[in-house]
């Protein structure tokens, strides 16, 4: 089946720096990938949205300077946290829609990475 | 209130025993998403439900689009079954704006 290889799984870091996380799709083309962001004991939250080749859509409240998404290929998104605060200490996860060429919106799935634990100290 | 609400939040079963896990939603969506999410935070995507029911092994999920209530159901449970279940919904018309449910966590005791 198809498999997101996101990495990597945890990152501890300082303040200040930056970290860029990884999202691939290893035997499916991706013309959109979802970046979540998930604090302890709180829901998934949609972050921004990848488009190959265009500028990512960020939802409300999310800074697109801090949080900078590139979606070079079709197969590869990156997500970096630029600055790093402790703030933003949070497990981060990526997913990927698998749209079948000519199959209808409704038939798509939804593959997600394993993840990314963000530690800043 | 939360757009999507799940029910229970913690859910513990002895092995064997029938689970239902319930979410309800209160805007107009064009898909369901029954997630489940391990300890070590790596998501599966269950079922996708856009009318009716599904079935995967032991796993059923149905849809009633009326009452915008979805339930995910687990049979014959099993200890390898306790992780959090999510509830996710896709907003109608929308590109990728999935709206999640908190989670159930459930642990299935041996």
């Known amino acids: 089946g198809a498999v997101v290889s996101q990495h990597p799984s945890r990152v501890i870091c300082k303040s200040g720096t930056s970290v860029k996380i990884e999202c691939r799709s290893l035997d499916f083309q991706a013309t959109t990938m979802f970046w979540y962001r998930q604090f302890p004991k709180q829901s998934l939250m949609l972050m921004a949205t990848s488009n190959e080749g265009s500028k990512a859509t960020y939802e409300q409240g999310v800074e697109k300077d801090k949080f900078l998404i590139n979606h070079a290929s079709l197969t590869l998104s990156t997500l970096t946290v630029t600055s790093a605060h402790p703030e933003d200490s949070s497990f981060y996860i990526c997913?990927?829609?698998?749209?079948?060429?000519?199959?209808?919106?409704?038939?798509?799935?939804?593959?997600f990475g394993s993840g990314t634990q963000l530690s800043v100290l | 209130k939360n757009e999507v609400e799940q029910s229970p939040q913690n859910l513990t079963a002895q092995e064997g025993e029938f689970i239902t896990i319930n979410c309800s939603y209160s805007?107009?969506?064009?898909?369901l998403h029954w997630l489940q999410q391990h300890p070590g935070g790596g998501i599966v995507s269950l079922f996708m439900l856009s009318s009716g029911k599904k079935k995967h092994g032991r796993l059923i999920a149905t849809i009633n689009i009326q009452e915008k209530h979805s339930s995910l159901h687990i049979t014959a449970s099993h200890p390898r079954d306790s992780a959090v279940y999510i509830c996710a919904v896709r907003r109608g018309g929308s590109q990728g704006n999935l709206i999640f449910g908190k989670g159930t966590k459930l642990s299935v005791k041996p």
């Open positions: 997913s990927a829609r698998d749209q079948a060429t000519g199959g209808p919106r409704l038939s798509e799935k939804l593959f």
């Open positions: 805007v107009g969506i064009s898909a």
